[in-house]
């Protein structure tokens, strides 16, 4: 099963800018089609963070934004808080013939 | 308000089966189909396939085809997961969570600890 690959962790002060990749799409391996990003807290469950590679769901702050380029999507958290400290995953879909969600590798942020 | 809330931890020795309940609400139960998803200790999130909501039907990873089972109840608004033959290696969370437009999850349950040990 494909992934998606994403840095095991970013580190930032609060405040900060962070980026976190996730690599993988392309229509070779049938993943080309959009992204979505998920936060997930300590303890809890995921939550939808990001979908269709930039949109933010109702009540998800403006510092949360993201992006998707070619073969790879980008989660972008500005003035980082410390409530920002979570494991992340992107997630997209595989078009091939056997249809199936991946997800990415994960990246836990540290504020 | 959408709710989706599963059942408690459970505690299987190997080779027995498990099932886990999954109870939504706040929505129309067979508009979306209901995905189940899983992490193992150290391991990314894993999509195991969903069961649409307003038939049956279902899909499998070809991971988990062989050893799951996922059903609904319509009329109770839930769906369940059933993993059979267990091993150490079904050690994990799983999360069942709602479907939506453009392949997204949108909502999630809290989460069912599944621990296999003799």
């Known amino acids: 099963q494909s992934v998606l690959t994403q840095p095991p962790s970013v580190s930032g002060a609060p405040g900060q800018t962070v980026t976190i990749s996730c690599t993988g799409f392309a229509s070779s391996t049938g993943i080309s089609n959009g992204v979505h990003w998920y936060q997930r807290l300590t303890g809890t469950a995921p939550k939808l963070l990001i979908y269709n590679d930039n949109k933010r769901p109702s009540g998800v702050p403006d510092r949360f934004s993201a992006s998707k380029s070619g073969p790879s999507a980008s989660l972008v958290i500005t003035g980082l808080q410390a409530e920002d400290e979570a494991e992340y995953f992107c997630q997209s879909y595989n078009s091939s013939l056997n249809g199936f969600f991946v997800f990415g590798t994960g990246t836990t942020v540290t504020v | 308000q959408v709710q989706v809330v599963q059942s408690g931890a459970e505690l299987k020795k190997p080779g027995a089966s498990v099932k886990i309940s999954c109870k939504t609400s706040?929505?129309?139960?067979?508009?979306?189909?209901m995905h189940w998803v899983r992490q193992a200790p150290g391991q990314t999130l894993e999509w195991m396939g969903w069961v649409s909501t307003a038939s049956g039907n279902t899909k499998y990873s070809q991971k988990f085809e062989d050893r799951v089972t996922f059903t609904r109840d319509a009329a109770a608004t839930t769906v369940f997961l059933e993993v059979n033959n267990l091993t150490y290696a079904d050690t994990a969370i799983y999360y069942c969570?709602?479907?939506?437009?453009?392949?997204?999850?949108?909502?999630w349950g809290q989460g069912t600890l599944v621990t296999v040990s003799s």
């Open positions: 706040g929505f129309t139960f067979t508009t979306f189909a």
């Open positions: 969570a709602r479907g939506s437009y453009s392949y997204r999850l949108e909502y």
